[in-house]
């Protein structure tokens, strides 16, 4: 008798797909490096403060592809001025298969910006070295905590609009 519920259990889990997902393509929609003050800016009085924003969306493409887009800014300033400003706009074309449609949304928004992470942090401290200045390293992003703060934000924006 238990050969026949194993038999059953291997069935079940062959007919649901294991989610998977791989990279069709990855590419740079757009790259900017400001260095608006040198070569003054090159070498700082005092320790430029930086300021970083990600941001990650995603549309679909077609069955089952979805086009991630991550946005990351620098800015660094003095109070005397402007320091650089790096604008890097990344994507990535992903097929995705067995994520069940409801598990979608946070899948594509935590799981393939994370594929995407790494090179885009390499064009970026690529951008502020050739810049002349030391390079920029980001730390790893905790792309499941920003999908949370996004989400809970969107859900405060949607409870006070009004009716």
Do not use: W
Not at 6 to 17: H, I, L, R, S
Not at 126 to 135: I, M
């Amino acid at each position: 008798m238990t050969d026949t519920n194993d038999a059953a259990a291997g069935q079940a889990t062959e007919g649901a797909a294991a989610p998977g997902m791989s990279i069709v393509a990855q590419y740079i929609k757009d790259l900017s490096f400001e260095n608006p003050n040198a070569p003054g800016s090159l070498q700082p009085k005092e320790q430029p403060k930086l300021d970083i924003n990600v941001n990650v969306s995603a549309q679909p493409m077609g069955e089952g592809q979805y086009e991630v887009v991550m946005t990351l800014t620098a800015n660094a300033k003095t109070p005397e001025m402007a320091v650089f400003a790096i604008e890097l706009i990344y994507a990535g074309l992903f097929r995705v298969s067995g994520v069940p449609e409801e598990h979608i949304h946070p899948f594509v928004l935590i799981e393939c910006p994370r594929m995407l992470f790494p090179f885009a942090r390499n064009i970026l401290a690529d951008a502020s070295r050739n810049g002349g200045f030391p390079p920029l390293m980001l730390d790893p992003i905790d792309f499941a905590a920003l999908y949370r703060q996004n989400m809970g934000q969107a859900n405060e924006a949607a409870a006070q609009k009004p009716n």
